[in-house]
């Protein structure tokens, strides 16, 4: 076994703290707790969980729509997390910026645009700090298949690829865009690792069931962007098990595959592998589950009990002084 | 017959692609899905793949296209699924779509129209919930209809198809399920006329899109004051009727602009710059703007709606005219 | 020392560049060539490939870039070659740069200046002519500055770079030759304060960009018919000095706004609006708006001079506003 | 020899004639005739010579702002080209579109956008209405080696693609966009080919300074398209002779290399190997050369006798009745 029992336990608390976030997220929404539309990234924590376990202090994140509970991997406070979603006060963004907003600059994520694709060069300039600062440090992003066709990814790559930064493309495919197969939409295998050579960057594909598959293609990226060699392109691909958003009943694609994609669940993949490494028992993996669960349930009730944004936090964000 | 705004619109588009075959409809998730909101939905049935097509998400790549199939003789309608998406293919419609006639000449003809869903809608926040109008009437070469009504939506919509001038048609998200009478079968509505929502005789109301229906809640509170407001939808605003709004001003002397988007550079600016230059010796005050406040539309949803105006807030500016009369 | 507006603007880069090893330069063409018009010559030798970066023909990039280095601890200064150029990443300046802190909270600062060239220069044409303030006055979040002397670019370019707010730092093409008094090394002029550029009793001129010029011209003109203009050089937009346009026109009464982009929603929109609103009741007569024609620019210059109001246009219309008080 | 006569005689014409119109746009523009601002794409003509050999009627066409005189090929009249590009009112825009926007639709010509790049899906749509009549024909769109970075072009490629749209994108690589090189700007060495993977597209390279091995590469792709196999790219390498506008003195490139390119010129080449071949005398050449020319002098006379657009024609254009 080529990973320590404590990476690999790192690695399924990441895993099973966003598909507890996604669960979560389904369950308080059903109830009508959540103002705003969610998207369930529920099947695509493996994308997040074998990625980030790359990491170090210094890099810089740019997560997407999906899984939004990734953003706990990095470190932000379930109280924030859960006030945002709720669109309370206690939010990072006092609840006016939402679902898609749910961050923390303090451990790295540089924000997020609900415009897609928009916000790819972000991440082009946080790898331009990092430059400047002449760190080993990596800017990861993260985006959807449907998104790798949008112009400003493009643009993104391409800046990156001439200035050479530090930055690690990761292309989540999760094989559609609301209603859009990316088998139609897209028109190569790969979203992500098939247009690398047009900018003449190294790509690498993981099947992103599989944490450890992800984990060890990224960590080969990432030692090269570390070492210098500028940036790179990872595919990941997995499947969206619930609708494109809660209440799309998904008809546009084949139930059968998409019960086949199910059995492939990279949670239960993961317990069973450490399972049979003898790195958790069944009791240890369920007193992580239940420590998470009560984490967000606490979260979950902090966030309940937080005032409503008030009309003077409206305006308190839109300048710095 | 009652119909939604909905059903109106995509009735609209169903009779125009009966009707005309150079007609094609193209843009996200439009075939299967039918669109997010279900506008197109049955489209891909009836039509088939060639004139009801799914895109990549690709706004710019979307407006192009339907730049190029106008000028060589399709009569494109390329969807935006939210209004906001017009911004990441702003220069593809203020630089090209708007002026493409005009630097290339006569010969050159852009019959196209541009629909997208477009307002406020409940937590959609700050990136989905985009009013756009104001934007792109400060692009000569466009023509802009936001209509309030399911007859009007049809109607207009028609005539949009029909235009061999470029169009960009919002439709509002709340409205897709208010209902309306609408008469079977074809009929069009003139681009550039205005619709009097709302006859009255002491403050008029000139409301675009979602605060039509503001207002005609507000008058209705306000006739219970004794005072009687007209309500005027321009449902064009690109060109705008002025002819009705000064009818009427001769009438009230007092205006109050209602629209749902940022008061900074917003419709309002321009009507009440517009209202008082060319008619200043008929008011009797100052044009009043009614318009969301100048923020990005907030998530949290109590603070969503004290941004966006409501009935309460237009009655406001309508009393506040008449004060003015003592 | 008498230098020119080009100059001035890149003084104020280089001294900034020196003061703080945060600040960095990149767009098209910046490096060897220096900019276009020449800006930024000289740059790259001084501070380095490091600092003076060109990027691909990416304007989406250059401002994401420019936002993700903001946000990460850079001061970027992020050249859009022209101001036209805004459009085509508008998405990227409107939902992601202005709206960047409100979406993400307090600990999201956004310490960057977007420098562009802007504005009419003699057969440039329809897309590359255009002035874009009035878009982005409708971007809550923004600050946006017209500078129109070399005292006041560098003045506000400075401010503009030490702010912690996006700022959109347009600089007029036709005023890069432009001659003025400028003191040597560092002063700033606070961002959101107007200049009474001329002194006057009888009407106030709001011009912007290089409209100023053209209304001191028609000042000049008017004085000798016995006409005193005052007129106020807002130079930055956002936030708007009210209280010295208010001041003024609590004096004389009468208000002409004037400015080089197309009429319908421009920034005389809203500044008419505006001052109808909250200063009605000082005001002896509408509000004038002088703007260009609701056309694209032309290529042909006797129609794009045409098009673009000059000092004649600005002194009928404060003609105008004295007739009315006959 | 491949190619009949009348075949190497008519692209001959179409690479003298957007050559001389390069040369008689400089001089008049020096003689301060032309009131905007012009792009000299002397060098580059072979590109447009020989990719155009395989239209056919019915095809469309969106060229670029270099060289302009490639509408020449096509079949736009020089007087409404001279007009154009003078401001005058016989210009095909009357005089208000200019320099960039010298066309003709009934030569299926859809156009160009002065913001490099927002108009290459305007291709897209003309080849969606080929495809909806059904005909074999072919939409050619030409971008710079600068403009391939551009969003713009990633989303109408990849639209292109999906649709399977009989486009033929044409990157004109002369190595420069304003004073960046091709060789910074861009990741890969051929801007056009090396990028038609990301797309599934088949790609080709050709030399630039020969009009037959253009039309050969452009041929082949074409004959593909014809057959309904979908949109592909070309890339043809040349290299821009002048300055990026007149007034350029192109300081940012070293001279030497810019004299080895001249010597590689796409007329002369074709000249030598037409008089090779038996095809022209060097008497015909000069007739030929003359012939052109003089139509132009006629041409740009009448341009100058030509009335200025009045203030009516400014409206006269901007909506359809
Ligand atoms: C520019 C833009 N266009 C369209 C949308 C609407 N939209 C939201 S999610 C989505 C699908 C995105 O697909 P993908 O990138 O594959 O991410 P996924 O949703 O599958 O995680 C679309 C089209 C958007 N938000 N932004
Ligand atoms: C969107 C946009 N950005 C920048 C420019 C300014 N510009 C005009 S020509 C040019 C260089 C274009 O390079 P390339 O595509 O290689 O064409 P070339 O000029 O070499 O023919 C640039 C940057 C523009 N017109 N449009
Ligand atoms: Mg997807
Ligand atoms: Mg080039």
Not at chain 1, 106 to 119: A, Q, R
Not at chain 2, 191 to 205: E, M, S, Y
Not at chain 2, 236 to 246: C, G, Q, R
Not at chain 2, 276 to 281: G, I, L, P
Request: charged share 25%.
């Amino acid at each position: 076994m080529q990973y320590t029992a404590e990476f690999l336990k790192g690695v399924y608390r990441d895993l099973l703290s966003v598909r507890l976030f996604e669960e979560k997220q389904v369950e308080i929404y059903a109830l009508g707790k959540v103002p705003g539309h969610i998207h369930s990234g529920i099947g695509e924590e493996a994308t997040y969980a074998g990625v980030l376990a790359t990491r170090k202090p210094g890099d810089y994140f740019k997560i997407t729509h999906r899984p939004v509970g990734a953003s706990r991997i990095l470190g932000t406070p379930l109280e924030t997390m859960f006030g945002e979603l709720m669109g309370r006060s206690t939010g990072n963004a006092r609840g006016l910026g939402g679902v898609l907003h749910m961050v923390s600059r303090e451990n790295g994520m540089v924000g997020f645009s609900g415009t897609l694709g928009c916000d790819i060069a972000v991440a082009d300039g946080a790898a331009l700090s990092i430059q400047m600062a002449g760190t080993d440090n990596v800017s990861y992003v993260f985006y959807g298949d449907g998104t790798s066709s949008r112009g400003p990814v493009h643009e993104a790559m391409n800046l990156a690829a001439i200035w050479k930064l530090p930055v690690l493309f990761i292309c989540n495919n999760n094989q559609f865009a609301i209603s859009t197969a990316a088998s139609y939409g897209v028109p190569v295998a790969n979203p992500g690792a098939d247009r690398a050579a047009a900018y003449g960057m190294p790509a690498r594909t993981a099947d992103a069931t599989d944490a450890l598959a992800v984990y060890d293609a990224a960590k080969e990226l990432v030692d090269g962007i570390r070492a210098g060699s500028g940036p790179a392109v990872l595919d990941c691909k997995c499947y969206r098990w619930r609708g494109h958003f809660e209440g799309d009943q998904a008809k546009y694609r084949d139930p059968a595959v998409t019960e086949e994609w199910r059995k492939k669940d990279c949670v239960a993949i993961m317990e069973a592998r450490l399972q049979e490494w003898n790195v958790l028992t069944a009791e240890e993996i369920q007193r992580i589950r239940d420590e998470i669960n009560s984490e967000m349930d606490q979260a979950i009730a902090f966030a309940e009990a937080s005032p409503e944004p008030t009309v003077e936090d409206l305006y308190r964000n839109l300048y710095a002084d | 017959m009652q119909t939604t705004y909905l059903q109106a619109v995509g009735a609209a588009l169903q009779e125009e692609m009966r009707r005309d075959d150079k007609v094609l409809i193209f843009g996200e998730d439009v075939a299967e899905f039918g669109n997010i909101f279900g506008v197109t939905r049955g489209m891909l049935e009836e039509f088939g793949p060639q004139r009801v097509r799914n895109t990549s998400i690709s706004e710019t790549a979307i407006i192009g296209t339907a730049l190029g199939a106008a000028v060589t003789g399709l009569r494109p309608v390329a969807e935006l699924m939210y209004a906001d998406f017009t911004m990441v293919a702003f220069s593809e419609i203020f630089h090209c779509v708007a002026k493409w006639r005009f630097m290339h000449g006569e010969a050159y003809k852009v019959p196209l129209v541009i629909r997208c869903a477009m307002g406020s809608s409940f937590g959609a926040g700050a990136e989905h919930s985009n009013c756009v109008e104001s934007l792109f009437m400060h692009a000569p070469g466009l023509t802009i209809i936001s209509p309030t009504t399911p007859y009007d939506a049809k109607g207009l919509l028609k005539s949009a198809i029909r235009s061999d001038n470029p169009v960009l048609f919002c439709e509002h998200k709340q409205l897709y399920q208010t209902k309306g009478e609408v008469p079977d079968g074809d009929y069009t509505i003139p681009i550039g006329v205005a619709d009097v929502k709302r006859p009255g005789t002491d403050v008029t109301v000139v409301a675009v899109g979602l605060m039509v229906r503001r207002a005609l809640e507000a008058a209705e509170l306000l006739q219970k004051e004794g005072i009687s407001v007209e309500v005027i939808d321009p449902r064009t605003l690109v060109p705008f009727d002025k002819e009705t709004v000064f009818q009427s001003l001769r009438k009230t002397h007092h205006v109050v602009v209602a629209e749902e988007s940022n008061k900074t550079a917003g419709i309002g600016a321009e009507l009440a710059a517009m209202i008082q230059e060319e008619m200043y010796d008929e008011l009797d005050g100052p044009i009043g703007r009614v318009a969301a406040l100048d923020i990005p539309i907030p998530y949290n949803i109590a603070l969503e709606k004290y941004v966006i105006p409501d009935a309460g807030r237009i009655a406001e500016a309508v009393r506040a005219q008449l004060a003015r009369n003592c």
